[in-house]
């Protein structure tokens, strides 16, 4: 793994919180994204060598409004820049990591992304991200 490329936040309200990072950070979101098969809108915050995204459920039975309703606002995971998800998925298999979903998917900010189970990472869940070529 390259670094952490960013910390996603679960919110329940986007408007709210977008007003509150802004004013923390100091800075406006640089981008805005729905990503549809997820059901969740995301807004990404530069804050200087790692982003936060902020995570706001679209739909009812998201992923993201699931994790809130069970354990409310917060951060939701930590993201790795990867350089080779494949050959990452397949290393971290090896080492008996639990893995959310097997094949890469596509994710927001341009990445293919894959999620390692809390249950094997000490309750943290952790995304892998690659730039998409």
Known sequence: MKHVEHIGIAVKDLGSSIAMYTKLLGAEPYKKEEVISEGV?????????????????????????????????????IAFAVDNIREK???????????????????????LIVFLHPKSTGNVLVEMCEEKG
Request: aromatic share 6%; hydrophobic share 35%.
């Open 41 to 77: 809108m995301t807004v990404f915050f530069d804050a200087g060598n790692t982003k936060i995204e902020l995570l706001g459920a679209t739909r009812e039975d998201s992923p993201i409004a699931k994790f809130i309703e069970k354990r409310g606002e917060g951060i939701h995971h």
């Open 89 to 111: 998925i397949q290393e971290k298999t090896a080492q008996d990591f639990a893995l959310i979903n097997s094949e890469p998917k596509d994710g927001a900010d341009n990445k």
